[in-house]
């Protein structure tokens, strides 16, 4: 594997081995499979789950890994091509990247949205800059409109729950929070659960639709394995029968980079947190799902996240699982 990027680049059979992969190195963990390994992870935005979680995964699989962030003592990093670079900066990505990656036999980038265009962060501008300065093979552990690494691992948590695939009906919710946050998890949630062949609902209010081209990308993912894709404002509607919510906030896109129009109209909203009574119609077992971090009180309530259904730590658990499927067939631990 030279890049774990998109689980789109993936077929499902191939989605499925990976997960298998998890649950076996789960069971029969696999101490020396990587032994002289070296995974370089360039955290250009915050994390708990993904940087712990890489890290643990390496550990257990008898590699290791080193973590670099603009937290820590390095120069001030630019990304800007053909800039002079006279302010606080000292290095540019041009440099660092190759120089990171060259350390390691695999390379993890991430690096949010700038969500001030569109168009910009839909093209994954930073991201493709950064990976295309390097051979190295390299993960996605969040860009701007992507995150792989979070949809396996929930797509792994969803078997486990034996929640169907076919038939099986998934709520992509919008929540409130007070910041606007990027569109990278809900665009690779909506293409999970359609690729996994689930019928999802996107549920948002008005001006926080989901971009055209992601609806129409998990729509082919959809039809292909047999799922389907519908959008509504109606909470009633969408949460009818349903298995599972995954509740997730993101960026108004009428108003993507507008910051104050956005703050506006999210706050028309602050009745959308999840909460009990959001179950009234679903299936009786239904679900709770969040990537976490989450903010109790704002995004769900205390007691659906204290109650059975809530599966946010089983979430996170499963990345460390996932991403050492992923680490062992990326750097020969499968051979
Ligand atoms: N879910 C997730 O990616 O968490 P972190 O931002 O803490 O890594």
Redesign the pocket.
Known sequence: MKAFNDLADFSTDEIRALIALAGRLDAHPEPDALKGKVLSLLFLS??????ASFQAAMTRLGGGSFVISPEMSIHGIESRPGIVMDGAAAEHIREAIPVIASYGDAIGIRAFAERKNLEHDMAEVEFHAMTDLIDTPYINM?SAMN?PC?SLADWKTLDDLAIPANGGKFVLSWAYHPKALPLA?PAATLHMAAHRGMDVTVLRPEGFELPDQLMKKAAAAAEAAGGSITETDDRTAAMQDAHVIYAKSWSSTRHYGGRLADQKLREEHLDWCVDEPWFDNAKDDCRFMH???VRRGVVVADNILDGPRSVVIAE?RN?MLAQMAVLHQMLGGSR
Do not use: D, G, I
Request: with cysteine; glycine share 0%; charged share 20%.
């Open positions: 915050p994390s708990l789950r993904t940087l969040e995150h979070q998890v990537c976490l971090p996170a990345r």
